[in-house]
């Protein structure tokens, strides 16, 4: 008894590696850094989750036998939740939280209950206007954790800005005090992480500043003032 479904599970783990292997198969020609770890078994009867990371992160559902690819908002409607965006929210989260933390610029609560990744633009109205919000976001248990993207296309000199205040001995205050004063501290030229922060920022889909992301990474573009972002945090908990 014990052989037979000993021998039943190797089979099944079998062809489901198969069908894994068939899968990057198809998929090679679109996604040329498919792996297997990108794939996995779905709530959806008959299909494979794919997480794509490369340009941006996208998820879809394939059939086991390869051929047929579902794309877009997949809901399950006894649980009125968004499967897709369960597991984008994880794969955002897993990025953010492997970012090293010496390379952003954080703004701590005192009492610290939430926490945020803000991914900010020095020459940013609404970025700046969020920052000048910082000192009621702390009082409310808001930690803000600055990243850097600078957007070329609608202010050209905001990443070698935002190099020198990376580079600054005290990159808090270089940057409060060019949101604030628009004093741009003197520093040397150093290894800095804006160029890579970019990078990431694309690959999670910002397109504008500020963007901010919640602690399970929800996403919400814009400017919110802090009692409205208090809210969304406390919403998204609940859900």
């Given at each position: 008894m014990i052989k037979s479904l000993l021998f039943l599970f190797l089979l099944y783990v079998n062809s489901a590696y198969a069908n894994i292997e068939e899968i990057i198969d198809r998929l090679l020609p679109y996604f040329p850094s498919i792996s297997a770890e990108q794939i996995n078994e779905s709530q959806l009867d008959g299909f494979y989750e794919v997480t794509i990371t490369e340009p941006w992160i996208e998820v879809m559902y394939i059939s086991s036998d390869a051929r047929y690819v579902l794309q877009g908002t997949v809901t399950d409607l006894v649980s009125m939740s968004n499967l897709s965006a369960i597991r984008i929210n994880a794969t955002r989260k897993q990025i953010l939280d492997n970012i090293d933390e010496n390379t952003k610029?954080?703004?701590?609560?005192?009492?610290?209950?939430?926490?945020?990744?803000?991914?900010?633009?020095?020459?940013?109205?609404?970025?700046?206007?969020?920052?000048?919000?910082?000192?009621?976001?702390?009082?409310?248990?808001?930690?803000?954790?600055?990243?850097?993207?600078?957007?070329?296309?609608?202010?050209?000199?905001?990443?070698?800005?935002?190099?020198?205040?990376?580079?600054?001995?005290?990159?808090?205050?270089?940057?409060?005090?060019?949101?604030?004063?628009?004093?741009?501290?003197?520093?040397?030229?150093?290894?800095?992480?804006?160029?890579?922060?970019?990078?990431?920022?694309?690959?999670?889909?910002?397109?504008?500043?500020?963007?901010?992301?919640?602690?399970?990474?929800?996403?919400?573009?814009?400017?919110?003032?802090?009692?409205?972002?208090?809210?969304?945090?406390?919403?998204?908990?609940?859900?």
């Open positions: 610029i954080v703004f701590k609560a005192v009492n610290e209950e939430y926490i945020v990744h803000v991914f900010t633009d020095v020459d940013c109205p609404y970025c700046a206007k969020l920052h000048n919000n910082m000192a009621e976001m702390n009082a409310l248990g808001i930690t803000v954790k600055y990243l850097a993207s600078p957007l070329e296309q609608l202010h050209p000199q905001a990443q070698s800005a935002m190099e020198k205040i990376w580079c600054a001995d005290n990159r808090n205050l270089a940057l409060h005090d060019y949101k604030t004063k628009r004093i741009l501290p003197v520093s040397e030229d150093c290894e800095n992480p804006v160029a890579q922060q970019l990078a990431i920022s694309k690959q999670l889909g910002v397109n504008g500043t500020p963007s901010i992301f919640l602690d399970d990474g929800t996403n919400i573009p814009g400017y919110k003032d802090p009692e409205e972002l208090l809210q969304n945090i406390k919403q998204t908990l609940a859900q």
